[in-house]
């Protein structure tokens, strides 16, 4: 039987099976479902869960030197890290992004995200009040952060979240998130008025929408 990585029990009143980022089985079960009933259930779906363990498996090795900061995305392209002698100042080329030589992977890390962050108010902000004018949404504030498991949020005092991880994605990703959570500011859930919001900016947001939940191991980057 395959092994999950964790089996997590809630008040929930149905079993679920969820692959992670690193392509583990995570198991969601009711507090008192009997063990035996929960293994017949990852019997049956073995075939489904090796299927996609394997796909992000291939997944993480096509990436691995953007995992290992060896090349970094922006804005959906490749570039590939050069550390070079006499780099004072982070700047990108047509392949390559050059940065002062690194002793340490932290180091390294620190460059590259800093470099992130000066094109964020030059970038990605900008790309966010455009869309918020376009679909004329008053809103009460625009907040950068830095999160390792959401690449947008709004709340209920519409106020507004952005990951500055966004400039790895290709700007019709960063488009979808940006419409997805400014459509919140209309409604505040997932409910079939939300999506037709969404789908009234972005017609084709349901191909965005399955590229992004793939882009899980980037936002743990950093």
Known sequence: MIQPKEIIRT???????????????????????????????IEKKEDWITKKSEQISKLL??????????????????????????????????????????????????????WYMQNVEAVLMPRIIKLLEFMKQKYKSIKIINSKAKWGMCDSKKNLYFNWKLLMLSPDIVDYVIVHEASHLIELNHSNKFWEIVGAVLPKYKKSKDVINKCGFLIKLY
Not at 65 to 91: C, H, P, S
């Open 61 to 114: 090795n096509r990436n691995k030197d953007i995992i290992e900061y060896n090349e970094i995305f922006f804005l959906g392209k490749r570039y590939r890290v050069v550390e070079t002698k006499g780099v004072e100042n982070a700047y990108i080329t047509k392949h390559s992004i050059l940065i002062e030589p690194c002793k340490t992977k932290a180091k390294k890390q620190k460059i590259l995200k800093d």
């Open 11 to 41: 008040k929930r009143k149905s079993l679920a099976l969820t692959i992670n980022e690193n392509g583990e089985l995570i198991v969601h079960a009711p507090k008192n479902m009997p063990l035996y009933e929960i293994v017949n259930f």
